[in-house]
């Protein structure tokens, strides 16, 4: 198994332009997960979803931010506009009935 | 109450000693606590994990200490070894459908010196 698949890997933009990043999960697994990492922050969850379905949006910090899962395969967390603070890396994660989460290898967003 | 407390913030170990990583929780909810080890460059995985039922669960070099009582709970690196240098994360979470809502503490970075 591949694991869980993350693009891109390092994303560097300016302030106020659109950012997407996107995760595929491991086949079969029912839950996916958006965790954000800063040094000020630590690693903090932004949302999660069972079966595609957003189940816990609470830690999106705000408007700018929206994520998104069409399929079991494949989900977008999407900022518009980005600014600064937005710089982090992005975890997406995936899980089997939410135990157990597998971590890809994250999008380092740098917004200039 | 959702706060996950974490020390010390770094820790420096000779090869073949223990290293001790501690963590407290005030939300008595939380009832699933898992270790995460992260390499640079890389995610987060899951190291070992305990529930409150049990006070102490050993897997190879690497035990977690739970007290209940105390709200705190602790890592264990027996033999540590130069490849074990990387940042571990405690975390918490409530069962159910929400063990993946996982409240992070703020991590330890572990050097073991050959």
């Known amino acids: 198994d591949a694991g869980v698949i993350q693009s891109p890997r390092h994303e560097v933009t300016e302030m106020g332009q659109e950012v997407t990043l996107r995760c595929k999960p491991i086949s079969g697994h029912d839950y996916l997960f958006w965790y954000r990492q800063t040094m000020m922050r630590g690693l903090e969850l932004l949302i999660y979803?069972?079966?595609?379905?957003?189940?816990?949006d609470s830690g999106m910090p705000e408007d700018r931010f929206s994520a998104k899962m069409p399929n079991a395969s494949f989900s977008t967390l999407k900022i518009q506009p980005s600014e600064p603070r937005d710089s982090a890396v992005y975890f997406c994660?995936?899980?089997?009935?939410?135990?157990?989460?597998?971590f890809g290898a994250g999008s380092r967003l740098t917004v200039l | 109450q959702q706060q996950v407390k974490q020390s010390p913030q770094s820790l420096i170990v000779q090869k073949g000693g223990i290293s001790i990583i501690n963590c407290a929780y005030e939300?008595?909810?939380?009832?699933?606590f898992p270790w995460y080890q992260q390499f640079p460059g890389k995610g987060p995985a899951l190291l070992i994990a305990?529930?409150?039922?049990?006070s102490e669960k050993k897997e190879g070099r690497f035990t977690i200490s739970f007290n209940k009582s105390a709200k705190q709970f602790s890592l264990h690196i027996m033999d540590s070894q130069p490849g074990d240098s990387a940042t571990y994360f405690c975390a918490a979470s409530r069962g159910g459908t929400s063990y993946g809502k996982l409240t992070f503490g703020q991590g330890t970075i572990l050097t073991v010196h050959p």
């Open positions: 305990i529930r409150p039922d049990v």
């Open positions: 979803f069972n079966n595609n379905v957003p189940i816990d």
């Open positions: 939300n008595t909810a939380f009832d699933y």
């Open positions: 994660a995936s899980s089997v009935g939410a135990n157990v989460l597998t």
